[in-house]
């Protein structure tokens, strides 16, 4: 067995080892199975395997980071069990004939080095059995050549104290050639399994070559000092003749900090960058706000709301809490609504145009799935009071706004809330829309809408009720084709909409048998 | 299996059937419009129409029975077929008429009723003739 692996000088066990991990297939690491397959061998050939088996696990996954494994060794064991020469047998070979010596010596062959001396320590790590790859077996492999043990126990010893030094300076550098990587973070994982390892705790998991997250310290003052300077930049909506300068370059500043979601959605961007001015957008936007509110006004989904824009406002939210809350004073019945509500809508208007279509991506995406939804706890009439209420506040502020605004024709505050999903078409085209074009477009939206709020009303009343419940929904879906008798009105709200919504819809059973939403 | 499939057969000559009968009544109408305004009818216009109507009924029929069961009945009432016909308005206004006279005549037919069993001890033949009458 031993004769003919015999170590030239011109190869290395290193590259033999290379060599013959090359021919192995690439398997995912299944130490159960390896363990498995070593059981089958005979009582001595299975232990010397176990203990070689766990020395080229380690050797094997700090070697090549998990692309050559365990399974395929173990594989291979299989395959060539009836074969003397086997990548463990090899192993064996390389223990028993390779020179012993540091690491820590300035070899010029400091790599096979490493070698040997992994699959030493590996052995030290198996022999004293503090390893979580620990074999079943752990006296077993102590009993093996005890003799070689003994001497390569207390050389071992000696040699990876100072081993353990060495690397926990090398540990330090953020970048490490692979060589030295695995070297190194083989070291230090082994500090991790040494009983008392005194410099462990100053690596952290180097295995896995881990940079420290650099955290910059917050500078809350100048934090707080930006959002009063918004704060006063912004100021009313009454003001907004005095500070449309002031609104631009914070729009510009907010621009550049858009993150870069769409990047196909950059040409269709530019044509927006150009269209509205801040106040305007400001005024559609609340409008729109105002519809989105009633929309989910009552549902209990304003906090999924946020969530749910939480995706992309995300960069927004923390220079803007104060400028939504102002923003907001337009709408200002909704003042009673949760603040979270605020800020995500107030993110949803500041932005402007160009992070609109994006908002109004995810708004949208929301919106339409939130249609069957969202109407379900308000009564249809409280729908049709809704609007109502908006409109009367609105209009009061809409001549000041227009004012300020400059020429601009009044918006039916009914099409202003489809103004984003105008906005989501024309994106979603990807070319240029004309605005005839866009106004059929909204007009066909507008009745569509019309319709499926009537049919939800009459629903809801032929079924004798005044609240607009699931089982509506549900013939209204049935009749769109959308719910069959295969598809059921489950299936879709899995499919379509986000965890949050799912939830409350579909019954799940919590903690103490507690069903929720009750059946 | 030959059952189904006989089932099957039985069913598809059925549709046939159904098809050629709304096909033949298509193509009544369409002849009473064409003498109507002067204008001649295709013979695929008359297909066409017929195959549209006959997929219309099967939806319309399907909506029907979806409504009942909504409105937790078991039987598809004029509440349904209201329902049904809400988008055109014409339609909706013409069977809601329609509904009230119906309405009316079960409404008189009950009074009737109502008022024959205490005829009926006096007038014998007479009912019978009063509610073919009224049916008439």
């Known amino acids: 067995m031993a004769g003919r692996y015999s170590l030239d000088p011109g190869q290395t066990p290193r590259t033999i080892l290379r060599r013959v991990l090359d021919t192995v297939d690439t398997r995912s690491p299944r130490r159960r199975r390896s363990t498995q397959t070593n059981a089958q061998r005979t009582p001595l050939q299975a232990l010397s395997s176990k203990r070689q088996g766990s020395q080229s696990k380690t050797t094997v996954r700090r070697h090549s980071y998990g692309t050559r494994s365990v399974g395929g060794l173990a594989h291979v064991q299989a395959h060539r069990r009836l074969e003397e020469q086997t990548p463990r047998t090899l192993l064996k070979n390389i223990l028993l004939t390779a020179p012993e010596s540091s690491m820590m010596m300035p070899d010029s062959v400091m790599k096979p080095v490493q070698v040997p001396e992994m699959v030493e320590s590996s052995r030290q790590e198996s022999s004293l059995g503090s390893l979580e790859l620990q074999l079943p077996e752990p006296e077993t492999p102590s009993t093996l050549a005890p003799g070689l043990r003994a001497t390569s126990k207390r050389k071992q010893r000696l040699r990876l104290s100072i081993f353990q030094q060495e690397v926990n300076q090398g540990v330090s550098l953020a970048s490490e050639p692979p060589g030295n990587a695995d070297a190194s973070s083989l070291a230090s994982s082994f500090n991790l399994s040494f009983v008392p390892p005194p410099q462990s705790q100053s690596v952290k998991r180097p295995g896995l070559a881990r940079r420290r997250p650099k955290r910059q310290p917050v500078d809350v003052g100048a934090l707080l000092q930006d959002l009063k300077n918004n704060s006063l930049t912004s100021a009313l909506p009454g003001d907004n003749h005095r500070s449309p300068v002031a609104t631009l370059p914070m729009d510009e500043v907010l621009e550049d900090t858009q993150p870069f979601s769409h990047p196909s959605a950059g040409g269709s961007l530019s044509a927006y960058r150009s269209l509205p001015n801040p106040s305007p957008t400001g005024v559609e936007g609340s409008e729109g706000l105002v519809r989105h509110r009633m929309r989910s006004a009552g549902t209990g989904l304003q906090h999924m709301n946020r969530t749910g824009l939480g995706t992309i406002p995300l960069p927004f939210s923390e220079p803007q809490p104060q400028l939504p809350e102002l923003r907001e004073a337009v709408g200002s019945q909704e003042a009673v609504e949760a603040k979270e509500q605020e800020g995500s809508s107030g993110v949803e208007d500041s932005p402007g145009g160009p992070a609109s279509p994006e908002l109004s991506c995810s708004t949208n995406d929301l919106l339409q799935a939130e249609q069957p939804h969202q109407f379900e706890p308000p009564p249809p009439s409280g729908v049709a009071i809704l609007p109502s209420g908006p409109l009367e506040s609105v209009p009061a502020r809409l001549p000041s706004r227009t004012r300020t605004a400059g020429p601009r024709h009044h918006q039916d505050p009914y099409k202003a809330g489809l103004s984003h999903y105008i906005k989501f078409f024309s994106f979603c085209t990807k070319r240029p829309v004309e605005k005839a074009a866009l106004g059929i477009v909204e007009k066909c939206l507008d009745k569509y809408f019309q319709h499926l709020c009537n049919d939800l009303e009459v629903f809801s009343a032929h079924a004798g009720r005044k609240t607009v419940k699931l089982e509506d929904l549900e013939l209204l879906l049935r009749r769109q084709g959308l719910v069959t008798d295969q598809v059921s009105l489950h299936v879709l709200v899995e499919r379509y909409l986000p965890l949050e919504y799912r939830q409350l819809l579909i019954p799940c059973a919590f903690s103490g048998n507690s069903v929720f939403p009750a059946q | ?136």
Request: aromatic share 6%.
């Open chain 2, 1 to 136: 299996m030959e059952e189904t499939e006989a089932e099957e057969q039985r069913q598809f000559s059925h549709r046939q059937r159904l098809k050629a009968a709304v096909h033949y009544t298509v193509g009544c109408l369409c002849n009473e419009v064409a003498l109507d305004k002067q204008v001649q009818f295709n013979k695929q216009t008359v297909a066409a129409i017929a195959e549209v109507t006959f997929r219309q009924c099967e939806n319309f029929a399907k909506d029907l029975e979806m409504f009942a069961r909504h409105a937790k009945r078991s039987t598809v009432t004029t509440e349904d077929v209201k329902l049904l016909a809400r988008r055109s308005n014409s339609l909706l206004k013409y069977i809601t008429e329609k509904n009230e006279e119906i309405a009316q005549l079960n409404l008189e037919r009950k009074a009737k009723k109502k008022r024959k069993p205490e005829d009926e001890s006096s007038h014998s033949g007479e009912p019978d003739a009063e509610v073919v009458d009224s049916e008439s």
